[in-house]
């Protein structure tokens, strides 16, 4: 079992950065897909970027292609999100998630994972 625990949210203006970060509590985190997931007012939970078990997978949704960057630390059992060129429309909660199994297959489905993070609070301004 795994415990994730997000931070890095806050206000940035549009055209601005910020890095998430995903601690992990727990054994065996580099046996761990990992995923990002964001929610905004009023909308479904959607998928943003996921990271396969042994790190050099990746996929992202279309909107953030280019401007997002899903990266682990194994050794500091951590999972990062680089956010770059910020819009207002990436303002959400955003997630972290985890899951063990095979799952690389349905990697965007929030189904997939087990484990959740609380969740960090984004909010880009124009």
């Known amino acids: 079992q795994v415990q994730l625990v997000e931070s890095g949210g806050g206000l940035v203006q549009a055209g601005g950065s910020l890095r998430l970060a995903c601690a992990a509590s727990g054994r065996a985190f580099m046996m761990y897909s990992l995923g990002w997931f964001r929610q905004a007012p009023g909308k479904e939970r959607e998928f943003v970027a996921a990271?396969?078990?042994?790190?050099?997978?990746?996929d992202y949704v279309d909107s953030v292609k280019g401007r997002f960057a899903i990266s682990r630390d194994n050794a500091k059992n951590t999972v990062y999100l680089q956010m770059n060129s910020l819009q207002p429309e990436d303002t959400a909660v955003y997630y972290c998630?985890?899951?063990?199994?095979?799952?690389?297959?349905?990697?965007?489905?929030?189904?997939?994972?087990?484990?959740w993070g609380q969740g960090t609070q984004v909010t880009v301004s124009s």
């Open positions: 990271c396969s078990r042994s790190g050099p997978n990746t």
């Open positions: 998630a985890a899951d063990r199994g095979n799952s690389w297959l349905f990697r965007r489905r929030s189904s997939t994972y087990a484990y």
